[in-house]
Each structure stands twice: as structure tokens, then as C-alpha cells.
């Protein structure tokens, strides 16, 4: 008996030979799936609340196909009925409320946290980049960016979380003949993935929040939440990735924070590149953290709010991310008193002719035009220009492969880490002091943050000031400018540590 064999090999064979008979009219198949499925996402023990902005629920995104079709996806149509559907398979609740304001939770199941979030439509565009050979088959850039406002327990604002796709799509707009029409299922198709890796950056975010509403260990009358296992909070941490379990401290002294708290006039922005957009031979070398749980925990080391620190991370640190941050959101907040820390941990690249030193974002390479780095030099001007009464960047990079001048007889000018403070160490007090990795160092974040712990108290009085840190970084970084011993911003107090 002849017996017909069916192998998924077979199979798509089959399923090519019908498309071509077909002429592949609006048909689609999918190769069948070998192996096991990949395992579902684990369920985050929240009560989920959000309002959506008008500039969501309005919204439209608009493309010309074909030749001259306009094309309009209803993309804040599908981004809550994808925000619905994720929350309703990953969260222990979740509700989308019309409302002004902080949005309150509907009900809060037994066990679970109370969530509330806004999201706002920040910005939307899909443009064709090239149109080579036929025009129905092009690259378009598609981005969009919401920002996410989480509120604590209390009903305020946490630091905003940016929800962003962007990136390069291969687009097919297939043009009926004789009809001046074209298919624009592609397109949609388009959309809906965006949207769903909006989605999925959300649920990270709902995991971080999570996890620190329950480390916060708020009053019973306010949250019913039972907490949740290790294996769970190392799970939500990251969820976007293989999650790490989280760092442990380096020494047994650790940060305390003052009496009255953490200081509410520090603020903190804390970037971490640990993967690019476009890789590039070589560029893992040299970096420092390679667990997404170290940057925020550097951040408590200086005694900064967890709502007063923004962390830029992967691809939520792209050029646009990081000059927002420090040309918006940074200065709406500080005063005269504040006290910023900004810490940078990925590549950098020094230019071979000049040594102006930029730093490579998550959307960066060596090979990209200065103007998609960021200047050191411009975070300089930045952190000058806010009148605050300290700004501390760490700067924690390795200098990434650059080629030489064209011209081989002119030799590579080394890196010019100075920039714009060489002449800020004067009679008058500096206002911004840059710590910046020796050349060649390869130690951890916790060579540079380590003394923080207690190792730099050198008087013993329980409090590590501004002074005193920056000794204990003699040989394992260049601090700029120079200070001399009777400026005043040494005697800043940055921790106070119980032994």
C-alpha cells in the first residue's frame, strides 16, 4: 500500500506549490513549528488599572502605499486592545479605565498588588526609506514611543517609563491591476507587531514596579499583597531577557540612608548599554555590567529615591532617550540644592584626529556619524547648565576600536576626557566633578562605587563625603578637574554607613 509521506518538509512544499498555483492572492502560511512551544510568561501577582490619553485612543498612523494610496491603521485601536489582551493573560487583573487623572483600581483580587498607570502617545511614523525595483516592495521606518506614568501607592507620579519601537521593516503593497487600488494587510501586520513589543515592554515595567511596591513593605491598610517568592521577583526583574539573579553587596558595610530617609534633592540617571541595536565585532570588550540589577542598586548607593532615578537601559537608551533625559526631564526637577549623579556604562568612541570622546547609545555604532553619539562634551554643557549645586557623572566605559587618521603619518590623538571642565578647578567651587575609567582599567562598576560601602570612610565617623570618595578612586579612575583640598564640594556628604 502506497502511504503518502506528510513531513513538515513535505508539507511546505505543498504549501509553496498551492501559493504559486494560487497566485498567492492575500494568503499566508506558516512553516509548521518544530520542537516544543517556547514556555508561556509567568502571570504578575498585580491588580493592573490603566487610563489611556486621548492621544491614544485617537490616534491614526498614516502611510502613502502603492503609488498614491493613503493608508490609515487604526494604531490606538490596536494598542489597547493589545494592552488588553497581554494584561488579561499575564497579570492577575487587568482593567482599562476613561478617566481624569490617577486611575483607581476597579477591585484588587487577594494576593495581588494594586497597579495604576497612564500611557500617552509621545510620537508615531512610518516612512518609506527606499523604494528600489518595484515600488510595492520597500524598507519603511516605523516608530513609535509612549511614556508610561506609573503612580505609587500614595496616587504620585514615579519617573516616566518610555515604551518604544523603532525600527526597519520590510513592506509589501502589492497593487490590484486596473483597480488604482493595493493591498495593505502587510502594513497592518506591521503595526500589530510594534504594538505587541510595546506590550511587552510594559509588562517588564509592571514586574520592576511590582517588585519594589513590595520591597517597600507599605502599611497593611494600604496593599493586600501576599509577597512573592525569590524565583519571582528574579523572573519580573527582566523579563525581556534571561533574567540574572540579582547582585548581592560587595562588602557587609552597607549604604544607610540618613535618618529622615533617602535625600529627596538627589537625583539620578543611570544608563546601562549592555546590548546594541547593531552589534559590532568587539563590542562586547570592556563593558562592566552585565546584570540589569546592578545599575539601579548604584543608584541607592548615593541615597537617591527610587522615583527620583531614571534608568535607561538597552534599547530604552538610544540617542533620543538620553539627550531627553538630560535636557528635559532632569531639569524640570533639580533646584539649587540638588545633587545629580549621572552614571554611563557602555561603549565610547574617541575620535582618532581630535579625541573628542562620544558615547555609543543602544541605536549607535562606531562606525555612525558623530551626530547619532553623544558628545561628552555636550553632557558637560548640560550638567553645567542646570544650576544645581553638585552634578557627579561617572563615566564607566572602555574606549571602543577606532581606525587611525587616513593620513598614516598623523599619529591618534589619545582621549580627551577634560572636554569643556579643563579650567572649572579655579578659586570658585566647581559644580560639576566627572569620574571617568583609567585607560585600560577593566574593573567592575564596583571598583569604582565599591568605596561607597564603607571602605572610603576613612575618619570612621560613619559618613563618606564627596572628598573622601574621590581619594579612594586614586588609580582606578581620572576625576576632573582637580580639587584642590580646601574646596568645598569636598566636604559634601554623599552616604552614611552602618558597620
Request: proline content about 9%; some cysteine.
Amino acid at each position: 500500500m502506497f502511504r503518502l509521506n506528510t513531513s513538515p518538509y513535505f508539507a511546505a512544499l505543498l504549501a509553496i506549490g498551492f501559493c504559486v498555483t494560487a497566485a498567492c492572492n492575500d494568503v499566508k502560511f506558516r512553516m509548521p513549528q518544530l520542537g516544543d512551544p517556547p514556555p508561556p510568561q509567568p502571570v504578575i501577582p498585580a491588580a493592573v488599572t490603566v487610563s489611556f490619553d486621548p492621544s491614544v485612543r485617537n490616534a491614526i498612523l498614516e502611510h502613502q502605499a502603492c503609488a498614491d494610496v493613503a493608508w490609515k491603521g487604526p494604531l490606538g485601536e490596536a494598542i489597547i486592545q493589545a494592552f488588553q489582551e497581554t494584561g488579561r493573560a499575564r497579570f492577575a487583573q487587568m482593567a482599562v479605565v476613561d478617566t481624569v487623572g490617577v486611575p483607581k483600581p476597579v477591585s484588587v483580587p487577594v494576593g495581588a498588588t494594586p497597579v495604576s498607570a497612564t500611557i500617552k502617545l509621545v510620537h508615531q511614523a512610518l516612512t518609506a526609506r527606499t523604494r528600489t525595483g518595484s515600488d510595492d516592495r520597500y524598507l519603511a521606518q516605523l516608530d513609535i514611543q509612549l511614556i508610561a506614568t506609573f503612580y505609587d501607592l500614595q496616587g504620585q507620579p514615579v519617573p516616566d517609563a518610555p515604551l518604544i519601537y523603532s525600527d526597519s521593516v520590510k513592506v509589501w503593497t502589492p497593487q490590484f491591476a486596473g483597480s488604482g487600488q493595493c493591498a495593505t494587510q502587510e502594513l497592518t501586520e506591521v503595526m500589530n507587531t510594534a504594538v505587541e513589543h510595546l506590550t511587552t515592554q510594559f509588562y517588564g515595567y509592571v514586574g520592576q514596579f511590582v517588585t519594589k511596591l513590595l520591597k517597600q513593605a507599605p502599611p497593611v491598610a494600604q496593599i493586600a499583597a501576599s509577597p512573592v517568592s525569590p524565583a519571582a521577583e528574579t523572573v519580573v526583574a527582566a523579563p525581556a531577557r534571561t533574567a540574572a539573579a540579582p547582585i548581592t553587596a560587595i562588602s557587609t558595610a552597607q549604604p544607610a540612608p540618613a535618618a529622615t530617609g533617602q535625600d529627596q534633592n538627589r537625583y539620578a540617571i543611570m544608563v546601562n548599554v549592555g546590548l546594541y541595536r547593531s552589534p559590532w565585532s568587539g563590542w562586547r570588550e570592556g563593558l562592566s555590567v552585565d546584570n540589569k540589577e546592578t545599575v539601579p542598586t548604584l543608584a541607592r548607593s548615593f541615597n537617591v529615591p527610587d522615583n527620583q532615578t531614571l534608568l535607561l537601559q538597552d534599547e530604552l537608551a538610544s540617542q533620543a532617550d538620553i539627550e531627553e533625559a538630560l535636557s528635559s526631564w532632569l531639569p524640570k526637577r533639580i533646584g539649587k540644592d540638588s545633587i545629580v549623579f549621572v552614571y554611563f556604562s557602555g561603549q565610547a568612541l574617541a575620535d582618532a584626529k581630535t579625541g573628542e570622546v562620544y558615547l555609543i547609545p543602544y541605536d549607535g555604532t562606531p562606525a555612525s556619524s558623530r551626530t547619532r553619539l553623544i558628545s561628552l562634551r555636550w553632557i558637560q554643557s548640560r550638567l553645567q547648565k542646570l544650576g544645581a549645586k553638585l552634578a557627579l557623572a561617572v563615566i564607566d566605559t572602555p574606549i571602543a576600536s577606532n581606525a587611525d587618521p587616513k593620513d598614516s603619518k598623523t599619529k591618534s590623538v589619545g582621549p580627551n576626557w577634560t572636554a569643556d571642565l579643563a579650567g572649572s578647578a579655579g578659586p570658585s567651587t566647581p559644580t560639576v566633578i566627572q569620574i571617568a575609567r583609567t585607560p585600560n582599567s577593566t574593573n567592575q562598576p564596583q571598583g569604582l562605587l565599591s568605596g561607597l560601602n564603607g571602605n572610603a570612610d576613612l575618619d570612621h565617623d560613619g559618613v563618606i563625603t564627596v572628598g573622601e570618595w574621590l581619594r579612594s578612586l586614586r588609580g582606578t579612575a581620572t576625576t576632573v578637574p582637580t580639587l584642590p583640598p580646601t574646596v568645598a564640594v569636598q566636604s559634601i556628604p554623599l552616604v552614611r554607613v552602618s558597620r
